[in-house]
Nanobody, 117 residues
């Protein structure tokens, strides 16, 4: 059974930074199409924050463009989300995902990011 383990969330003041990590605990039994994070705040719909494809292409939500950077370390089987210049509006639970070519998605347990003064 494949598991995605997330870490790096926490409480930070506006303007601060956090780095999220998402590591696979087992081998995903299919070719990976994309990896990244969704986030969801109470009362709001789930939002795609950032993604990176198997060939290295990246995509960001307009609300985080220029502030967040997604990257990967294949040797560690880990994807990272560097979050800079954080705003209160970034407060949410962040869910890591990996989507394979077959269409199946694997999800992390979620990590809370709270931006508050």
């Amino acid at each position: 059974q494949v598991q995605l383990v997330e870490s790096g969330g926490g409480l930070v003041q506006p303007g601060g930074s956090l780095r999220l990590s998402c590591a696979a605990s087992g081998s995903i039994p299919s070719s990976i199409y994309a990896m990244g994070w969704y986030r969801q705040a109470p009362g709001k719909q789930r939002e795609l924050v950032a993604s990176i494809t198997s060939v290295g292409g990246t995509n960001y939500a307009d609300s985080v463009k220029g502030r967040f950077t997604i990257s990967r370390d294949n040797a560690k089987n880990t994807v990272y989300l560097q979050m800079n210049s954080l705003k209160p509006e970034d407060t949410a639970v962040y869910y890591c995902f990996r989507r394979v070519v077959s269409g199946v998605s694997y999800w992390g347990q979620g990590t809370q990011v709270t931006v508050s003064s």
